[in-house]
Each structure stands twice: as C-alpha cells, then as structure tokens.
C-alpha cells in the first residue's frame, strides 16, 4: 500500500472526529455572531476521502509524499468551517471574534499578491479570510480536539459561492480543461461578484440610515450595523469591536433610547482608548444615565437580565456606579487643569501617580478593580460577596481621596455625595 492509500485508510477510520471537530468550531462561531449581530451562514464539514484522493494525487505529483505525516502536515483543512458573510464590511469584526474564540496558528488575507492565477484575469479573484486554528477553550470531555488543527474560511456570501464554481472547474477540472471562453465567463462572474459585494456594502449603509430615519434600534443586528456604518472603518481596523450583546441588553430596557442618542455616543468614541467599541459606548450610556438621574434603575434592570432576578444585585450596582464617580472625579480634576477630553476618556491611573494623586500601589489595586467592573458589566465572572464587599471599600475609599484633590467645593460635595448615596442603597 502506498502513503496515499495508507493516509486515507487512516483518515477514513478517523474521519468522524474531524466531523465532530469541525461540528464543534462552527457551533462557537454561529452563537458568537448571533451574539454580537453578524449576519452570516455557518456550515462546516469533514474533507471527503473521494475528493480528498483526487487533491493528493496531483500534489504528490509534483512533489511525492515519503511518509503519512507528511500528508497530515500538508492538508490542513481536513476540518473546515465557512463563514459565508451578508455584508463584506463586517470581516474585520470576524477576524477579531476568530481571535477571541481560538488559538489562531496562521491567518491569509485573499487575495494574494504572490498567488499566479492559472489563467490571465481582469479582476482581481478571491477575496477572503483563511485561518489555521486550534480550540482554545473546551470542555474535559471533549479534550481529544484540543490540539487539532481546522480552517476557517471568511468571505461574503457571494465570494464563496463564485469560489466553489470556480475552484472546481479550474482547479479540480473533473471533466477536463476549460477553454478560453469559459475561462473568461468565470472572470465575468468574478466582476459581477465584485460588483455585487459594492451593492452589498450600500445596502448595509442604506438600512443604517433607516434605522436612524426610524430613529428606532429594534433589534442586535440593526445595532450591529449602526455602529460598523457609522464609525470610519479606521476606528473598526485600530479597535476591537468588542460584545455589542452588553449594549442591546442595556438598551431593550430603556423605554427613552433612540437612534439618534445611540449616534452621539458613537461620535465620541476615542480611536487612542484601549477600550473596545462597546465598553466605550456601554460606559458612556450608564454614566450619562447615573449622571442626569440619581433614582435611575436601568443598571440594576440590566444586571437582573444578565444574572437572573433571583440575585442580589445592589452590590454590583454600587460597585459600578462607585466606579462612574471615580471616572468624574479625575475627570474634573483635568478639566481644572484645562485637559478637557471632547471624545471618551477613561482615568489614566499612571497620571494619578505622576501627579501624586495615589500611589502606585492604589494604581495597582485600582487596575484590578477596572478588570473586576468589566467583568461584572460582560456577565464574565462574579465574584463572591465577600471579595466584592472588599472591593467596593477600596474603591470608595481610594475615591473619597482623589476627590479631595478636586478645587471646587461644589464638586467635591457633589461626587462625594454621591459615594455616600450609592453607599446607602447598597
């Protein structure tokens, strides 16, 4: 038996759990754009051993296989899953959910500036995202796919459809060569491809401006595309995106919200931050709310949805609402020295030190305060009720501090008023 033979013998025994491998790699995709409102057809698949024979032939034609793992080095895409896009624009956005979700060993971005086509084109070919990824969280019982490599491709849903035409009659020709006029058809389509992502792009701006001519966010996907439309696609490139779920949770409870308002906050958003997209826009939205009314219950509503009714959630809510009052406090403090901050601003903790404000100790603990309030505001971990309650006095106390640097006495009482208040409902 040769290393073809012997591979697929191999490969066939084995082929359920590339199956189940690629099964599981799609399910973390499909629910994550969900998620976050991405528009887009999730499918996943094992190679066929057929088709898989046909590939290994014609590359061992050009340079022979010695052994089996030569083989398995060589096709990484035994496991595949495809993530056919409505709306090209929104492949940066998947790039970055790629990178949350899995251990990425190699991306390509199509097309190619090395890549020889087979035949002399006028457009430009394949535009796409491939990565080579492992699972980077999974659960004990599924521990056997951990270190398993599959591929993911990324495209628009009319990129993929032309490439699948065009890969199996140009580079899998099963019935022989294609001649010059059929050859020039496929380069038609592609321009027509092309040219229909164009259209795609305009008719997610299009629906954007609906939304805000409705002046109405009616579901994830709309907020979703609100957000990609509007920000220059510079900021989508240089930020993550982050989860817009936070965002649309926050908002279906909030009676008074409205298009208009969510697109002012998306003007301040700060291309220099180190927040993502969304904790910027989500941060903003719950200050601005604890700021123009102190009786607001939409962040105590927003934690009862993410973590069930059943839960006590006074002390989150104090812990973050401490935390916007330490934000306003430092926030006054360099507006008093004429820093004014027209986009997002978050403390920069390293100032506070430099100014001797606190010291790099309470820089420390304050660095992993913002880490625990993140936490709490994604749902990604709540701490216990001792910790929190330790954590609330630090912040309170590290506060209480830094507002005393604050000249005016009208502030100082203000913000440390609403310590005091915060502390009484808790």
């Known amino acids: 038996m040769d290393v073809i033979d012997d591979f697929l013998g191999q490969y066939n025994r084995q082929y359920d759990f590339y199956a189940e491998l690629a099964r599981l790699g799609s399910n973390e995709l499909e629910q994550e754009l969900a998620k976050r409102g991405i528009k887009a057809i999730v499918s996943y698949r094992a190679k066929k051993p057929e088709r898989l024979k046909i590939k290994l032939e014609q590359r061992n034609h050009n340079k022979p ?15 595949g899953v495809r993530v ?4 090209p624009s929104d492949r940066e956005p998947v790039d970055e959910i790629v990178y949350e979700l899995f251990k990425v060993n190699k991306r390509k971005v199509f097309p190619e500036k090395s890549h020889k086509p087979k035949f002399e084109k006028r457009f430009s070919g394949y535009w796409a995202s491939h990565y080579r990824v492992n699972i980077a969280d999974i659960d004990k019982s599924k521990d056997r796919y951990k270190n398993a490599i599959f591929e993911i491709q990324v495209a628009s849903v009319l990129m ?48 954007t401006e609906r939304t805000k001519r409705n002046n109405d966010i009616s579901g994830r996907y709309e907020l979703t595309s609100l957000i990609t439309s509007t920000l220059n696609k510079n900021y989508i490139k240089k930020l993550k995106l982050g989860d817009t779920k936070i965002l649309f949770n926050y908002i279906k409870g909030t009676d008074d919200f409205s298009a208009k308002k969510f697109t002012d906050y998306l003007s301040k958003v700060n291309q220099s931050e180190k927040e993502t997209i969304s904790d910027q826009l989500f941060t903003m939205m719950i200050s601005d709310s604890f700021a123009h009314d102190e009786s607001d ?5 927003y934690f009862k949805r993410l973590l069930g009714s059943k839960i006590d959630v006074s002390g989150f809510e104090f812990f973050v609402k401490s935390w916007l009052v330490l934000e306003k406090a430092v926030s006054v403090i360099n507006s008093e020295k004429n820093c004014h901050h027209k986009k997002f601003s978050t403390a920069k903790f390293e100032q506070l030190v430099d100014g001797k404000l606190i010291t790099v100790d309470e820089a420390n603990e304050l660095s992993y305060l913002r880490r625990m309030k993140n936490n709490l505001l994604h749902g990604i971990e709540t701490p216990n009720d001792e910790e929190l309650i330790i954590g609330c006095n630090r912040l309170v106390d ?13 502030e100082k009482e203000k913000l440390t008023s609403q310590l005091n208040l915060n502390r009484t409902r808790q």
Do not use: C
């Open 297 to 301: 219950h939409k962040l105590e509503n």
């Open 65 to 79: 296989y010695k052994k089996v793992s030569d083989i398995f080095d060589d096709i990484v895409d035994l496991a």
């Open 398 to 410: 590290i506060s209480i501090n830094i507002i005393s640097f604050i000249e005016s006495e009208e």
């Open 160 to 207: 993929h459809a032309w490439s699948e035409v065009e890969h199996d009659l140009v580079y899998k020709p099963l019935s022989g060569n294609l001649s010059e006029e059929e050859l020039l058809i496929l380069d038609e389509i592609n321009g027509l491809v092309l040219t229909g992502e164009i259209a795609l792009e305009r008719l997610q701006k299009a629906m």
């Open 84 to 87: 056919a896009l409505y709306f």
